[in-house]
């Protein structure tokens, strides 16, 4: 392992690794070695990462709770950079480029305390709040979307935007066209993020038990459940006769999502930086309690092309679900329309946009005067 390379540092989440993912397979195709460093939840999905090794630092999130658990938190967070610091120092990377959430902090710090040159990406349209603590700290903020909020006026000239990142699997979905209405079906993806959400549980089955028999039989549902509402989602569907399959993951759900004449959703980043390259009309509900609102941002990126419907939580009620889906159903040329308008939204090749960003950053390390 002495050929140096370049340590990705995500957060232990669907939402950071799955662009960390996408940029390390980019770079992978330039000949340029990854390492990744992130926490204990991440190590089961890590067998999988494509990195030539991976690192776990100790982190916490020093948010709510106790004063006493924050303090823990704190001493968490001061042995990760210890740690990291002795990482950097063997492997000597090239960049360290972070992903956000808390886990990020240790590494990008240790960075910053080794001047070793370093960037963001924040996944959101409003900066994280890993990533604020960090922002001042880094050579360049990469964006997801064409406006990053939270910025600092100081730090705006850092901000690059380069998309976000999707994984191979679904550049591959984007290739799939939209499927036609020849079979008379009418398919719909329904998924509440890498966590799953029970108000997708509660209100979908009841929208659907309001459409008409005719509605009903035409239509085919995926639907991401978690566990403990599975079996109830799956009886309803049941009980009204509907062509429905559920489950807590899907390990292909971008090609189940290419797959759909709609889809319904939260608005994580990931999720609407999927649609967008996809290319799939949607309803989005962001989650309410994110005290940024990020996911309320990112969904309207696609609500300005027309791509997107977005509810607030609290109006997102089966009756209205019901009449939107029975529109919609009845308006397929809306739905190619807005197909198209998502993909307009969309940057597929934002791993790539990420990597050049990722070289100048390194080129001008080597270079000082560039940068002049």
């Known amino acids: 392992m002495s ?23 980019a770079l992978a195709r330039r000949g340029v070695a990854v390492e990744l460093v992130t926490d204990d939840r991440a190590m ?3 067998g999988a990462f494509p990195a030539r090794a991976i690192h776990a630092i100790a982190s916490a999130t020093p948010r709510g709770g106790s004063v006493l658990a924050k303090g823990l938190a704190a001493l968490t967070l001061a042995r990760g950079v210890l740690e990291s610091l002795g990482l950097l120092r063997r492997v000597r990377p090239l960049c360290v480029v972070g992903f956000g959430g808390y886990p990020t902090v240790p590494p990008m710090v240790a960075a910053a305390l ?31 979307f064409p406006t990053l909020g939270g910025v600092p006026p100081t730090l705006s000239g850092r901000v690059v935007c380069t998309g976000n990142p999707v994984r191979p699997v679904v550049i591959e979905a984007s290739h799939v066209a939209y499927p036609d209405f020849a079979d008379g079906r ?5 998924t509440g993020g890498s966590q799953g959400a029970k108000v997708m549980s509660d209100i979908v089955p009841a929208a659907i038990a309001l459409l008409d028999p005719a509605q009903r039989g035409r239509l085919v549902i995926v639907q991401q459940a978690r566990g403990e509402d599975e079996a109830r989602v799956r009886e309803v569907y049941q009980q009204l006769g509907v062509d ?23 608005s994580g980043a990931s999720t609407v930086s999927e649609l967008a390259v996809i290319g799939r009309p949607s309803i989005l509900v962001p989650f309410p309690f994110a005290l940024d609102q990020d996911q309320a941002a990112n969904a ?11 509810i607030v939580q609290k109006d997102f009620t089966p009756q209205w679900l019901a009449a939107q889906l029975a529109q919609a159903m009845a308006d397929q040329p809306g739905l190619i329309q807005r197909a198209q308008a998502a993909r ?10 990420l990597a050049d960003l990722v070289a100048l950053i390194i080129e001008r390390a080597r270079k000082p005067e560039t940068a002049k």
Do not use: W
């Not at 009418?186 to 329904?190: K, S």
């Open 186 to 190: 009418f398919r719909l993806a329904v």
């Open 300 to 310: 309207q990126h696609l609500a300005a092309t027309g791509a997107a419907r977005v």
């Open 114 to 144: 080794l001047r070793v040159p370093s960037m963001l990406h924040d996944q959101n349209a409003v900066l994280g709040k890993a990533n604020r603590f960090l922002a001042s700290s880094v050579d360049a903020i990469a964006s997801g």
């Open 44 to 46: 089961r999905y890590g």
């Open 244 to 266: 429905a399959e559920v489950a807590p993951f899907f390990a292909d759900l971008p090609a189940r999502i290419a797959q759909a004449h709609l889809v319904i959703a939260r």
């Open 344 to 353: 307009s939204a969309g940057a597929p090749d934002a791993a790539e946009r």
């Open 3 to 25: 050929e140096r390379c370049v340590l990705l540092a995500a957060g232990g989440t669907g939402g950071h690794l799955f662009p960390a993912e996408a940029l390390a397979v």
